[in-house]
């Protein structure tokens, strides 16, 4: 399975397991200049900027350990963008982290970690 093909699927299931928790998925995939956001959710009246990290296994590491600080510039930077585009003055919002680990029976295993610029 590609790359590209492994990512595509954690975001299907990154989409799942947030409605499941009772967030509205709002966009996927939405791109500007600075960068890509995975996900846009709404948690109540908060926007939710998803980052989603998928891997098959842990041969290749931690998911989250690899949202690098350059990394975190761009996603703060594109949450900006898209913050600005909405017709909310000043929507609150913030940026979430989820790791997804396919294992090779094909379940999938997730760890969600709001906020993920504090940890």
Request: proline content about 4%; overall charge positive.
């Amino acid at each position: 399975m590609s790359t590209k093909t492994t990512g595509d699927r954690g975001e299907d299931i990154a989409c799942r397991f947030l409605s499941a928790k009772g967030y509205g998925i709002v966009a996927t995939k939405w791109r500007c200049r600075q960068g890509e956001i995975d996900v846009v959710a709404r948690d109540g009246a908060t926007l939710v900027f998803v980052e989603v990290k998928t891997r098959r296994g842990l041969q290749s590491g931690e998911a989250l350990a690899s949202i690098t600080p350059a990394k975190r510039r761009r996603m703060i930077a594109a949450a900006y963008a898209y913050a600005a585009q909405t017709d909310e003055p000043d929507p609150p919002w913030r940026i979430d982290a989820l790791a997804i680990t396919i294992s090779p029976n094909g379940t999938a295993c997730c760890t969600h970690v709001e906020n993920a610029l504090d940890w």
